[in-house]
């Protein structure tokens, strides 16, 4: 067994984790190809690291739809039932809206890159949602609206009703 092999599994998920997610000077989310970029790259190492990342849901629950539909439900798949953070964006294919969306009560967190469909994801109830991240984009023949009720999200304010109208 090679040194590297020989860490034990705890250790590699922390290391693993502060550099797939690590972003510095960066506000905005690390984009999810890049996520899934850096893990595939790290289960090429051994078959051991391989082992580790496909044994750990944790490592799985960033669900990005830009994935082929079949790619897509076997990260829905490894990550089992914890809480998802989802990505979305228009190269996402109908499916994996579909798949997203059937997912709702899991996020914990949801960045969005679209034109249309915004109306189908933020209509979802997502009880565990804290975070979005949002980048709409409409054309005066298609205004996107939507909007999120603040009992929607756990931690925020009950006063808060955010809404927006995009031409």
Known sequence: MTPIDRLPPELLYTVFWGLLIWNPGNTQPIKSSDYYRGLNLLRL????????IDNNTLFWAVAASEAPSPIFAGILQKSGQIPLYACYS??????CLGMLVEQ???????QVEITTDAEVLFSQRAPLLK???????SSPDSPVVFAFAAEDFSSADASILWTGVFH
């Open 104 to 110: 709702s009560y899991r996020w914990c967190g949801l």
């Open 131 to 137: 975070t979005v991240h949002a980048s709409v984009h």
């Open 45 to 52: 190492v051994s078959p051991y690291w391989s082992a580790c």
């Open 90 to 95: 228009e190269t996402s294919s109908k499916e």
